[in-house]
DNA sequence: AATAGTGTACTATAAAAGTATAACACATTT
DNA sequence: AAATGTGTTATACTTTTATAGTACACTATT
């Protein structure tokens, strides 16, 4: 889902923007060669001005995420196909955690421990 | 561990400076009752300016995590153990997911939909 | 050719984040 | 009392982030 910019939370707007656009890819709302939003409706949707949502565009074409085609629209330029397994793996671990009375973010916290603790060894 | 800032990142300096303290604690590298370094030891270790450093600390107050006394220290006042289970399902989980060739941002991503997912129902 | 829909670029302005430096205030130790 | 180590505050400055408004450029359709 394409939700308004949280100006509040102190994370800057074209990065929870990159992050939301990331999403829909990840969750299969968004397909490789899927046309985005225009934007001047993405502008709508997310509540902030063009240029802010320019800069989110150009950091995601520099990411190579998607592709700008003047005059035409933004493109979905590489889509990771998710494995069903992964989703699956995460959700019932999620909620085991839940059942421990964890919070996401403290789960975020560790998971990334974990993550880069596998990675030393 | 305590690493420098990534000026880079756009993530704000204090919103990271406030996650490595946070992770400090939920891993029981800081228990109740431990002082911080200090704040002119903070400033070297993350690279940046005392001010910064204050407006982590000061949120992180306001969160009741950490507690000043003006003259000897910041304290940590509040520190949730985390069940080692919780550590051990998500190690299992990682090393799961690493097969799978997932990245850690992509993984963060679909965590936060499927948490948030789980609560909707 | 004209039009509508799209991305792009520019200027000006403001607000927020961060730096550098210095001084002040409180607590503990000597 | 003095010195040291701690948190606290203040000022001035720079950079980044974001807004607002306007104009321009490319593409496809009619």
């Not at 934007?39 to 074409?61: A, C, P, Y």
């Not at 493109?75 to 494995?83: A, D, H, L």
Request: hydrophobic letters at 40%; charged letters at 30%; zero cysteines.
């Amino acid at each position: 889902m394409l939700e308004p910019v949280d100006k509040h939370s102190g994370i800057p707007a074209y990065l929870q923007i990159m992050d939301m656009i990331k999403k829909e890819i990840v969750l299969g709302n968004l397909k490789f060669g899927d046309q985005l939003p225009p934007v001047r409706e993405l502008k709508k949707v997310f509540g902030v001005n063009v240029n802010t949502i320019m800069k989110s565009l150009e950091k995601l074409q520099m990411d190579g995420i998607v592709e700008a085609q003047h005059g035409v629209g933004y493109f979905v330029k590489k889509s990771k196909i998710i494995n069903p397994k992964v989703v699956d793996i995460l959700e019932k671990s999620v909620e085991e955690l839940k059942k421990m009375d964890m919070d996401l973010n403290t789960t975020i916290l560790i998971l990334e421990e974990v993550w880069k603790k596998g990675e030393q060894s």
